[in-house]
């Protein structure tokens, strides 16, 4: 293998695959950067086997030469080391010779790096993307869904399944949904028609995953192509890939949980409303579960208390757009209840409770693509 | 690189059940592979992952040149897990991130295997977190547990596995293995049948207490031809001060034991057999003071000091009387 390319192309592409590399994983080559020179251009490849991270610098863009007299091969190099040599180079451009011994060559200007390579057979082999049933999203999209959906993954490893986001595709809907048994979150968008043949069920993606791919992809309007294999998910923008591997299992069937009709239904401001239980669950904290008390009353007002006798006791009132059906008193976790509402832009949410001991909904008002449920704190 | 025919020479009938289960596509969700050192029932889990993974298996032996096999061998597969003991014992952080491991799926493809090595040094609490594991396999999950004793494994855990007990190592199988990892043949001899066990011939090549005893029975037997009145005096003098405790007087008389034996195959004719191979001519100077029939007779009493030494017998008394025995 050999080729010349220009170095800060490479530093960055260093640093987007570093990402993916762990220090403290099971299998010694994963302690490596893998390169691969093509005569398209060079990919690096990094990874902990969970997540993957493939960089991607082509040989040519926009008319200017990244990479040039690439010979094509694979080595994978210490990642201890070759950031840092790569940093520090004299000269804009370097170059790079391994052998067949695996010994890689690094030279720019004066100086001449000898490092110790591996066989790139012994690196884990990657899914390749399949256009058969892949499909488009917009960045800011997937950073929303993402946003919208993985904080209430299940953190314990109790019920691993949990731990993922469920990503289902049907009737032309595309739907994340997570859930840490005690809440769920879920958001659906529609698919484009061309898109709608597609049809996955039991994906699960790791919260993890997702969290450290939200951090990656760009907060723009570029399109990112999305791959489901057997074991792994592929996200892939111009030049990066993000893979991860999928949680093996069953998700639980969740559309059963969600009530069909309501008893109680209230409209009012999010913000208004988040802050007040904000406020009310100052006091809370010092309760194991940050519970804080709702109860409807007269004229369309809402009344959020939290009693922690030790501490003292706080009462706030939110006067509401709307509140129809029964009278009401429940209990419920305050920090859930913000988590969901911090969510939702639109000024208005709809709660739809039916009765004190069943979950109920959040929804944003006019807006059926979000979709928050909490299930109630029983209280005496 | 071994294959289940070159395994088959030495664990015929472990050997057999994996192959059958191979072939039949009926490999367990757990296996316990159980055997003393030497053993080599890591090859054992080595060569059964392959099988596993391997897309190129043929009749239940694997290719042994595809990447997926050669990464095996170099610990690099992504779906082999291989956990070690660290430190003394396995730790419950070890079996929870290998649990975490299994709850994903598999990198490249569906078959996992995980190999804990040396499963009795895991802590209660670890067993205990895998045994859940063990119970709610996943469906193309593997797990190889290997042991050198199996009464280290909890109940629950052995319950829950399919124990594949492999043949202890023959006296000749042993020696094989010392002289290849570089012992000279005539301590490899010796050690192998003074135990039957790998680590212990290990332990006793580096055992400066084995080495003056060796010496000590050399001694004793040129006194004994020499000067026999002296005998006692030594016995009283050096033997004693050395062995000890009564294991120590024991492996005393076993060495005893040989080295009559050996009289008796060189008065057969039997060189190859000899144990003190070293002390070939030691040996063969006693031939003109022991007939066949006096080595044979010594042998018994060496045997009936052994006997009164478990019945607490003074040891001074035994060793007395059994020198006196060999006086003539």
Redesign the interface.
Same mark, same amino acid.
């Given at each position: 293998m050999k080729f010349v390319i220009q170095r800060d192309l490479l530093m960055e592409s260093i640093q987007h695959v570093m990402k993916a590399i762990s220090s403290r994983v =099971? &299998?010694?080559? $994963?302690t490596g950067i893998k390169i691969e020179a093509t005569p398209e251009g060079i990919k690096l490849t990094g990874s902990d086997? +969970?997540v993957s991270i493939e960089s991607f610098i082509p040989k040519e863009e926009d008319g200017i030469m990244n990479v040039e007299e690439i010979t094509p091969g694979s080595v994978v190099v210490q990642s201890k080391y070759f950031p840092d040599i790569i940093r520090k180079l004299p000269l804009k451009t370097l170059e790079i010779t391994t052998d067949e011994k695996f010994q890689v060559t690094i030279t720019s200007g004066g100086s001449e790096f000898h490092l110790n390579g591996q066989d790139a057979? #012994?690196?884990? @082999?990657l899914p390749v993307m399949h256009t058969d049933n892949s499909f488009e999203l917009k960045n800011d999209l997937l950073k929303e869904l993402i946003r919208q959906t993985v904080f209430a993954v299940s953190t314990v #490893?109790t019920r691993? &399944?949990l =731990?993922g986001v469920n990503m289902r595709i049907d009737d032309q809907h595309m739907h994340f949904v997570a859930t840490d048994s005690h809440r769920l979150a879920s958001r659906k968008i529609p698919l484009e028609n061309d898109q709608s043949q597609l049809s996955f069920n039991n994906v699960v993606i790791?919260g993890k995953s997702l969290a450290e791919l939200n951090k990656i992809i760009d907060d723009n309007e570029d399109e990112i192509t999305i791959s489901v294999t #057997?074991? @792994?998910i592929l996200f892939q923008t111009k030049h990066l890939y993000f893979l991860s591997?999928? $949680? +093996?299992?069953n998700y639980p069937e969740t559309s059963r949980l969600i009530p069909e009709q309501s008893k109680t239904t209230v409209l009012t401001k999010t913000k208004e409303l988040r802050e007040a239980i904000d406020r009310a669950s100052l006091l809370a904290k010092e309760n194991r579960n940050n519970v804080v008390k709702l109860e409807t009353k007269a004229n369309d007002r809402l009344e959020i208390s939290s009693n922690t006798p030790e501490v003292g006791q706080v009462t706030e009132e939110v006067t509401t757009d709307s509140i129809n059906g029964e009278d009401l008193k429940i209990s419920f976790s305050a920090k859930y209840m913000i988590d969901a509402l911090k969510i939702i832009q639109e000024d208005y949410v709809k709660i739809d409770f039916t009765g004190a001991m069943r979950p109920f909904i959040i929804k944003p008002n006019e807006n059926d693509q979000i979709l928050q449920l909490i299930l109630p704190v029983r209280t005496y | 690189m071994v294959n289940w025919q070159q395994i088959s020479e030495t664990q015929p009938v472990a050997s057999k059940m994996l192959t059958q289960m191979i072939k039949q596509d009926r490999v367990a969700h757990a296996y316990l592979i159980q055997g003393d050192a030497g053993t080599n029932s890591r090859e054992i889990a080595k060569l059964l992952t392959k099988s596993i993974v391997c897309r190129y298996t043929r009749d239940a032996n694997p290719c042994q040149a595809c990447a997926d096999c050669h990464r095996i061998d170099s610990g690099n597969h992504p779906n082999m897990h291989w956990i070690e003991p660290d430190g003394l014992s396995i730790k419950t952080e070890q079996v929870a991130t290998l649990k975490k491991e299994f709850t994903y799926a598999g990198v490249e493809s569906n078959e996992k295997v995980y190999v804990i090595s040396e499963a009795d040094r895991m802590t209660t609490n670890a067993a205990n977190r895998l045994l859940k594991f063990l119970e709610e396999p996943g469906e193309k999950t593997t797990a190889i547990l290997l042991t050198e004793n199996s009464y280290g494994i909890l109940d629950t855990i052995l319950s829950r596995t399919q124990v594949i007990s492999l043949r202890p190592l023959s006296h000749m199988e042993i020696e094989r293995v010392l002289i290849e990892e570089g012992m000279t043949a005539d301590n490899a001899r010796l050690f192998s049948i003074v135990t039957n066990d790998l680590t212990k011939a290990r332990e006793l090549d580096q055992d400066e207490w084995f080495a003056q005893a060796r010496k000590l029975v050399v001694q004793l037997m040129s006194i004994l031809r020499a000067n026999q009145d002296e005998a006692l005096l030594f016995i009283e003098k050096n033997w004693l001060d050395h062995f000890k405790d009564r294991d120590q007087l024991d492996r005393g008389l076993d060495l005893l034991l040989l080295w009559f034996k050996d009289i008796i195959y060189l008065h057969v004719e039997n060189e190859d057999a000899l144990v003190f191979k070293a002390n070939q001519e030691d040996v063969n100077a006693c031939l003109w003071h022991y007939s066949r029939q006096d080595a044979t007779h010594i042998l018994a009493q060496i045997m009936n000091a052994k006997r009164e030494l478990l019945q607490n017998v003074h040891p001074t008394l035994v060793m007395e009387e059994l020198t006196l025995q060999m006086q003539r």
């Open positions: =099971t &299998i010694p080559i $994963l086997s +969970d057979m #012994e690196y884990p @082999q #490893e691993p &399944i =731990t790791p #057997e074991n @792994q591997r999928l $949680l +093996d299992g | -």
